[in-house]
T-cell receptor, first 113, second 111 residues
Framework: NAGVTQTPKFQVLKTGQSMTLQCAQD?????MYWYRQDPGMGLRLIYY???????DKGEVPNGYNVSRLNKREFSLRLESAAPSQTSVYFC????????????FGAGTRLSVL | SQELEQSPQSLIVQEGKNLTINCTSS?????LYWYKQKYGEGLIFLMM?????EEKSHEKITAKLDEKKQQSSLHITASQPSHAGIYLC???????????FGTGTSLTVIP
């Protein structure tokens, strides 16, 4: 039972390069999320998708785009990476509703030089 | 936006000691979640509280939500090295679909 799978686990980019972080869940969850985790700031929501076909901005969406490819997959794209985007990125999924218990992937550690 | 403040930021305790982590919200909480993160890994759900005065326990971990639903505490009894990690509280936005996390509490348990 894989749960939430994120790829890649590690990535180093140069300023201005682009990349896509992939996330897939096998729990038939409706909702999916992208967070970034920075020291001393906890997790901050970048974008979320409440259901297939919808996406909405979270707390820190600038510099990112997302695609909800289907119910299973939710990708995060950095069009022109900046050093400020150096962070650990987590994808999560949930059934949403009254109990929004989220299940997390193992994270992607991204460094932008 | 919802703001969740956790205290302390870090905690170092001797194995066997009890400890408490607090999570305070700037607004009324409609759902308060506790997660644990082992170093270098993703978050794992621990417990969720919804009602004022609610208390839940799992093994040696007890979480409480105060009557006013603006503060939650996580208490660990007789701590063990396996309890080490980062504990984060999280809450649903009272305006809709967003979710917010506290800044986290790093726990070290010394054998």
């Amino acid at each position: 039972n894989a749960g939430v799978t994120q790829t890649p686990k590690f990535q180093v980019l140069k300023t201005g390069q682009s990349m896509t972080l992939q996330c897939a869940q096998d729990m038939n969850h409706n909702s999916m999320y992208w967070y970034r985790q920075d020291p001393g700031m906890g997790l901050r929501l970048i974008y979320y998708s409440a259901s297939e076909g919808t996406t909405d901005k979270g707390e820190v969406p600038n510099g990112y785009n997302v695609s909800r490819l289907n119910k299973r997959e939710f990708s995060l794209r950095l069009e022109s990476a900046a050093p400020s985007q150096t962070s650990v990125y987590f994808c999560a999924s949930s059934t949403w509703g009254l109990l929004n218990i989220q299940y997390f992937g193992a994270g992607t550690r991204l460094s932008v030089l | 936006s919802q703001e969740l403040e956790q205290s302390p930021q870090s905690l170092i305790v001797q194995e066997g000691k009890n400890l408490t982590i607090n999570c305070t919200s700037s607004k009324t909480l409609y759902g308060l979640y506790w997660y644990k993160q082992k170093y270098g890994e993703g978050l794992i759900f621990l417990m969720m509280l919804q009602k004022g005065g609610e208390e839940k326990s799992h093994e040696k971990i007890t979480a409480k939500l105060d009557e006013k639903k603006q503060q939650s505490s996580l208490h660990i009894t007789a701590s063990q090295p396996s309890h080490a990690g980062i504990y984060l509280c999280g809450a649903d936005s009272n305006t809709g679909n967003q979710f917010y996390f506290g800044t986290g509490t790093s726990l070290t348990v010394i054998p």
